[in-house]
């Protein structure tokens, strides 16, 4: 299976401020067809997960453009530019080159 | 608005069973792959299973690979998610989710719809 490690466990952030979020694969994404196939969801408490970013750098349509996503083969990135007040919960990272889907342990994301 | 709606749920002793619904609207689910994704409480998340579009072959996680097992039924659009010899381990939010379809057609590799979730405990 692959193993999704995701740093940190925890980000206190300043609204305004931005965040990054690390998420390493134990292998290469890149699937038999040449694409990555590595998303971030965000949660909130009570709520299910939300897609956010898909095949690396994708955003889901409606998703606001200080979310970013980058990286390739195993290391990955989510950067929030300025985070606002609503983005607070957990970040996953999550693979689905390979079945099992496997998911990071996810960031919790707290305003400082 | 294509949504999905879970039911079922509850609570369970030990060995015991269970079955979960999803039932989808705004798309049909024989058309769609589906997904099924737990999460322990306080925990992250943990997929479990898949049913494929179409004929409807089906994978399923080591963790409940011989105890769970899915059906569709086609003509109420709905999937079910049946589970027996439950284990205090099966505690945890069951979601169903759908995969996403990128601008071309080709898939998202990730969930753009999920139901809401529906709480099994196992005690």
């Known amino acids: 299976d692959f193993v999704m490690t995701q740093t940190p466990l925890s980000l206190p952030v300043i609204v305004g401020q931005p965040a990054s979020i690390s998420c390493t694969s134990s292998?290469?994404?890149?699937?038999?067809?040449?694409?990555?196939?590595l998303s971030w969801l965000h949660q909130r408490p009570g709520q299910p997960p939300r897609l956010l970013i898909y095949k690396v750098s994708n955003r889901l349509p409606g998703v606001p453009d200080r979310f970013s996503g980058s990286g390739a083969g195993a290391d990955f990135t989510l950067k929030i530019s300025r985070v606002e007040a609503e983005d607070v919960g957990v970040y996953y990272c999550?693979?689905?080159?390979?079945?099992?889907?496997?998911f990071g342990g996810g960031t919790k994301v707290e305003i400082k | 608005q294509v949504q999905l709606v879970q039911s079922g749920g509850g609570e369970v002793q030990p060995g015991g069973s269970l079955r979960l619904s999803c039932a989808a609207s705004?798309?049909?689910?024989?058309?769609?792959?589906i997904h099924w994704v737990r999460q322990a409480p306080g925990r992250g998340l943990e997929w479990m299973a898949i049913?494929?579009?179409?004929?409807?072959?089906?994978r399923y996680a080591e963790s409940v690979k011989g105890r769970f097992t899915m059906s569709r039924d086609n003509f109420k659009n709905t999937l079910y998610l049946q589970m027996n010899s439950l284990r205090s381990e099966d505690t945890a939010v069951y979601y169903c989710?759908?995969?996403?379809?990128?601008?071309?057609?080709?898939?998202?590799?990730?969930?753009?719809?999920w139901g809401q979730g529906t709480m099994v405990t196992v005690s």
């Open positions: 049913i494929i579009s179409g004929g409807g072959e089906m």
């Open positions: 989710a759908k995969p996403g379809r990128d601008r071309d057609g080709t898939s998202m590799g990730s969930f753009d719809v």
């Open positions: 999550m693979q689905a080159t390979q079945t099992p889907l496997t």
């Open positions: 292998q290469s994404l890149v699937h038999s067809d040449g694409v990555t196939y």
């Open positions: 705004g798309f049909t689910l024989i058309n769609s792959n």
